[in-house]
């Protein structure tokens, strides 16, 4: 294939040079003369420049004493002026001197808040109005609480089966009156000793709801050992009458059984619960009763168990071995021990 002569291998270069040349020599024009503009008034509305921001000056000062019905000063009294989008304060000093500075032309909207005073709002017209401030009405003196009279409280919790440690057992005093209740007492909670006696030196007095918790219940409000179950806690008004010991019985029944397994005899390890039964919630479902649980316990070497520290009432208890289950409704009654007899358990 034959090559062109050399002169007219330049003539693309000189063809791309000529249309550069040509595009700088083009008029210039004017920015968005490719986009119609309004007409008429319109388009004299768009072609007006925009009004340049006035900002009121801010150079007015406001400045006098803040004093008392009485003439005393006020000492840090906060001043606070609505002037604008800008709102300015101050605090006032030991003989009340106070001073606002950079506010716009009166009137003034002004509020005084100063400690031991109701809070005053106040339109000041100009600034020798403003020359002398007054707080609001003086705040009443807070009321004093009254002298906590305070007494030892002694007692004994009895165990439902003598010989029974309550150590880790709590004692537990609620006040009846709301917690919001001026010079009402406080809640108060104390650990047994292990023969269930207790000692609270100083005790305020009023009345208080008293419940004994098991040791897994500590901290709650249920279950209350002295009473049957879903009973009002017992309530005394302290000091205790005659300065007697404060004896609380434990009120509370226990279950106890022996699981066997059909093949292996006594069975180790099984678990038995224990939860209170709830025949209202099925003949009254508007009626909300809480379910309750205790502990799970676990049978003994020889497939024996004991679950203390239930009141009175009905319960439901279930025993769960392997694959083997069975349920069975019993009635506690109190300070009695309720042997409960089941079919030997397959686990497998």
């Known amino acids: 294939m034959s090559r062109l002569p050399r002169p007219l291998r330049s003539l693309p270069f000189l063809a791309l040079a000529a249309a550069v040349f040509a595009l700088c020599l083009r008029p210039e024009r004017e920015v968005g003369a ?77 509020t005084i808040i100063a400690p031991g005073h109701e809070n005053r709002r106040l339109t000041v017209e100009d600034a020798a109005a403003g020359a002398v401030l007054h707080p609001g009405a003086p705040l009443p003196e807070p009321a004093e609480l009254p002298a906590a009279s305070l007494a030892p409280l002694r007692g004994r919790v009895l165990p439902a089966a003598p010989g029974d440690d309550l150590d880790g057992y709590e004692l537990a005093l609620l006040p009846t009156a709301a917690a919001d209740t001026f010079g009402a007492p406080f809640a108060l909670r104390w650990p047994l000793e292990s023969d269930g006696a207790f000692e609270l030196p100083e005790l305020q007095a009023g009345a208080y709801r008293i419940l004994v918790l098991p040791p897994w219940a500590r901290g709650g409000s249920w279950p209350d050992l002295t009473q049957p179950l879903d009973s009002a806690p017992r309530t005394i008004e302290h000091p205790h009458a005659a300065e007697e010991d404060l004896i609380l019985p434990i009120a509370a029944g226990e279950i106890r059984g022996r699981i066997l397994g059909s093949e292996q005899g006594q069975l180790a390890g099984a678990m038995v619960t224990v939860r209170r039964d709830n025949p209202e919630q099925q003949t009254e479902p508007a009626r ?50 309720l042997t409960v007899d089941f079919d030997p358990v397959s686990i497998r």
């Open 288 to 337: 909300v009763v809480p379910t309750r649980h205790w502990p799970p316990v676990a049978t003994e070497a020889d497939g024996s168990f004991r679950i203390r520290d239930l009141p009175a009432g009905t319960y439901r208890i279930e025993l769960r071995a392997g694959a083997g289950s069975e349920e069975q409704v019993v009635a506690v009654r109190e300070r009695a021990v």
């Open 34 to 110: 490719d986009f119609p503009l309004p007409l008429g008034e319109d388009a004299a509305q768009a072609a007006a420049p925009l009004p340049l921001l006035a900002f009121e000056r801010r150079t007015d000062i406001l400045q006098g004493r803040l004093l008392t019905a009485d003439g005393a000063p006020l000492d840090s009294a906060l001043i606070f002026a609505e002037a604008g989008r800008r709102p300015a304060w101050c605090r006032s000093a030991a003989n009340g001197d106070y001073r606002l500075t950079e506010l716009l032309a009166p009137p003034w909207e002004l």
